[in-house]
């Protein structure tokens, strides 16, 4: 860092002390060479030029009547703890002018003060500020940096995941906003569970990719139009573990909890899930979050083959769920932030569907002839 040479014009000095001859004195020294001084002749005037103005260095006397030059010490101390503070005492107050230096003072003079000892110390208290000031604005300035950098790194990592997430729409039949929309569903049932905000943040950017396996799903199964036979249905099940398996080794927090909500997020609380038949708490606690809100999501809303499900319908099959499918806890949690995620509904709408032409028109054709293992693949 280059080093500007002090300009003495736009240093500040305060002068305190109670004997007119002393500040004038010091006052002439300073500001023949160019530096602005402030005079003052007691602590409560002192005091109120602090509050008003900043000041690059204050001299202050210790004996003065009212209030002495150790409680101004003590404020500046306090309040301006950048701005050096150089005590003058008569001769016979040595112990006050160490004293003060135990205190915070940056060094004394006795009095009588000579000009070139002045000088001499004013210079270096001068100079200690400028380090002082100078160690701020760096520190400031590092932290700044810091802090780009870790947001350069984590949109960088967001951006990592969107784009992930976005590879696996193009293959499935999933939507932008059914994507945003479990994750945001996924942190309100989350919130509701009273996960701390940190965890609330991870689940939100981790719950988009819960299906991101379906890309190792052959289109001939993935994208067939009629219903899926028994084998079909169980290599359409391996995106379970296909997603786990890319998403598995990473130090991220944020993949690591996306790898278990992939793997994990069509076990059902009863065990008759897949693919590992978890049962109740063995399946990780995201993972029947996202279960849930992907559920009320998918079926809430239009698809290429069908039409929404009328909610009274979706809530009588989540009640249905309660204690089967679903984690009981979670269900209560869900209700709780249903109307936080309705809202997102209005606000993430679907804007590439094709339109439906009917509820549950193409079921028969469809992946699945009843709506319990239709609702298997979501
Ligand atoms: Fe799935
Ligand atoms: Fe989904």
Known sequence: MRRLKPNPSLTHVLVVDDESAVREVVCLWLERLGYRCSRADSVASAAYLLKNQAFDVVTSDITMPGKSGIELLHLIVEEHPETPVLMLTANSDTQSAIQALTQGAYGYLLKPVQR??????????????????????????????????????????????????????????????????????????????????????????????????????????????????????????????????????????????????????????????????????????????????????????????????????VLEMIDKGCETHFDPEVVVAFLEALPAIRAVSVCEKDHELAPPTSFFPLMAESRMSEVDSWVGTL
């Open 116 to 313: 070139e000892e002045f000088l001499c110390q004013f210079t270096k208290a001068l100079e200690h500020r400028r380090l002082l000031v100078e160690n701020r604005e760096y520190t400031t300035l590092l932290e700044w940096k810091v802090s780009e950098q870790t947001r350069a790194i984590r949109s960088a990592h967001e951006e990592t995941i969107q784009r992930l997430v976005t590879a696996s729409m193009y293959r499935d039949d999933e939507t932008g906003g059914h994507i945003k929309r479990t994750g945001i569903g996924s942190a309100l049932v989350a919130q509701a569970l009273g996960w701390s905000a940190e965890q609330v943040e991870l689940i939100q950017l981790a719950a988009p990719m819960h299906d991101v396996g379906k890309v190792g799903i052959p289109d001939a199964i993935l994208r067939k139009p009629g219903k899926l036979t028994e084998v079909e249905y169980s290599v359409m099940q391996t995106h379970a573990v296909i997603g786990a398996k890319m998403l598995a080794g990473s130090l991220s927090p944020v993949l690591q909890m996306a790898e278990q909500i992939a793997h994990f997020h069509h076990e059902r609380w009863d065990g008759a899930g897949y693919p590992e038949r978890l049962m109740g708490e063995e399946i990780p606690k995201a993972a029947r979050i996202l279960a849930i809100v992907d559920f009320y999501d998918a079926l809430m809303h239009d698809r290429v083959y069908r039409k929404a499900v009328p909610e009274d319908i």
